[in-house]
């Protein structure tokens, strides 16, 4: 299938925020680099833009996603709090970036960061970012296309969990800001099937649900398990 890459759409649409008093410690120029802001709703980046930047996403969650040949709206995947994306190939963006919370970034561009122009304390993520992302999104895509449904369920909130707290475990929460549209197009499943598989995992004690955006671990040993993978498994965690 051929990507459609609509020209009507609107072009990013950041604004950028400083935001003062962060720290009262002396900076180099590359630590104090403002933060820009991106409200829910609005696009970082669209698919076929110019761009070769890496972002750090300070708070909130984006989503990426491409249009197919039909114009079907298909999540690609999702950037966390704290992590670090760039989502480009040879100076084009591969997806596009929607904001599903409100969001603090930094951005940085891919020629600074490989002329060692970047000296700030986050230039390590930055280089292993450009390095592995492509071949993370992969692994995590081919596992999930091995995976049942309720398998696939459960694989979501797991690596959603770990992403946001590597010392996940029983009684940790795991917070989503995605809708079910969206994990259901992330996970290749209907609207239905992922609601069903996630009732079922509550069902068989695996999960607590607090809210409909809001989970509770209740036996990650039986969800390694049904998972087929031991407590050490990285999960192929896509953002650094």
């Given amino acids: 299938m051929q990507t459609v890459i609509n020209a009507n759409y609107p072009r990013s649409n950041v ?5 003062q008093g962060a720290s009262n410690r002396p900076q ?19 698919e076929g833009d110019d761009g ?9 969650t984006v989503a990426f996603y491409r249009f197919m040949s039909d114009e079907h709206r298909v999540i ?49 993520r930055y280089v292993a970012c450009l390095e592995s992302e492509p071949w993370t999104v992969q692994f995590q895509t081919l596992r999930r ?37 969206d994990i259901a197009s992330y996970l290749g499943l209907t609207v239905e099937t992922v609601v069903r598989s996630l009732k ?7 999960l607590i ?9 209740r036996d990650i040993a039986g969800i390694y398990r049904r998972l087929g993978v031991s407590r050490d498994w990285s999960g192929g965690l896509a953002y650094q």
């Fill in 15 to 19: 604004a950028a925020a400083s935001l």
């Fill in 28 to 46: 180099r120029p590359e630590v104090a680099k403002p933060l820009s802001q991106l409200r829910a709703g609005n696009s970082l980046f669209f």
């Fill in 52 to 60: 070769d930047n890496v972002y750090h996403l300070v708070k909130g």
């Fill in 76 to 124: 690609c995947g999702f950037a966390l709090a704290g992590e670090v994306f760039n989502m480009s190939h040879r100076g084009i963006y591969l997806c596009s970036a929607e904001a599903l919370s409100d969001c603090l970034f930094r951005r940085r561009s891919r020629k600074d960061i490989e002329a060692n122009q970047v000296r700030d304390e986050m230039h390590e």
């Fill in 145 to 181: 296309l091995h995976l049942m449904a309720d398998e696939r369920a459960a694989n979501f909130l797991l690596e959603i969990g770990r992403r946001t707290n590597p010392t996940l475990t029983n009684g940790s929460r795991v917070h989503l800001e995605m809708s079910r549209a």
């Fill in 200 to 206: 079922r995992l509550v069902s068989m004690g695996l």
């Fill in 209 to 217: 649900a607090y809210t409909p955006h809001e989970f509770g671990i």
